[in-house]
């Protein structure tokens, strides 16, 4: 990343990236050249180079910011001090809000990941990374709720949470949210039994 003598993040660094985040999303991550963001960005290639030494590093670090709102807005609803269930319940409504929100187009991470489809390329990586992240999360807190298969109950989280996410963009936006909700109550108010299959 790279700091101003304030060792602040870079008034240009922020401009690409802000620019590159609103146009990656809404129209897709190779549909967008360099050309384009410079411009939008009212910067030089050589700037943006310099932030940025290629495309998919720009990809990654818009990948990375939306990853670090989504962990800020969990953050804040694990520390208010609410039981592990209504987290649960606050992050599925955060999943919510975006789809019902003006310019949804799905999920950030499954589009790049459908642009980018080898598992080695670093665009890949930085999905998974945040999969596994937003897994790790749901299934401990949903331990933490009393769920005796927690694993599997947040693999039963995410598959929700995309099936949402997609739904979202091609069907009514509140019917998709109210069959969301209601398929996270029934997942919160099930529990599992360990010795069963």
Not at 9 to 21: I, K, P, Y
Request: glycine share 10%; aromatic share 6%.
């Amino acid at each position: 990343m790279t700091h101003n003598a304030g060792g602040r993040v870079s008034e240009a660094r922020s401009r690409l990236l802000g620019t590159a985040t609103r146009i990656f999303y809404a129209e897709g991550l190779h549909a967008v050249g360099i050309d384009r963001i410079v411009a939008e960005a009212k910067v030089t290639r050589a700037t943006l180079y310099r932030h940025f030494p290629g495309k998919d590093d720009l990809v990654v670090a818009y990948l990375q910011g939306i990853h670090q709102m989504e962990r800020d807005r969990i953050g804040e609803a694990i520390g208010g001090g609410r039981p592990a269930a209504d987290v649960l319940r606050a992050i599925a409504e955060t999943i919510v809000d975006g789809i019902e929100s003006a310019g949804f187009r799905g999920c950030a991470f499954l589009n790049a990941v459908a642009e980018y489809p080898d598992p080695e390329h670093p665009v890949h990586k930085a999905v998974l990374g945040h999969r596994d992240w937003f897994l790790r999360t749901v299934t401990d807190l949903l331990a933490e709720a009393g769920e005796m298969r927690a694993e599997l109950a947040g693999r039963h989280f995410i598959m929700l949470r995309d099936g949402a996410m997609v739904a979202g963009c091609l069907s009514d936006p509140a019917e998709v949210c109210a069959t969301f909700r209601q398929a996270i109550e029934g997942l919160l108010r099930f529990r599992g039994d360990s010795t069963s299959d």
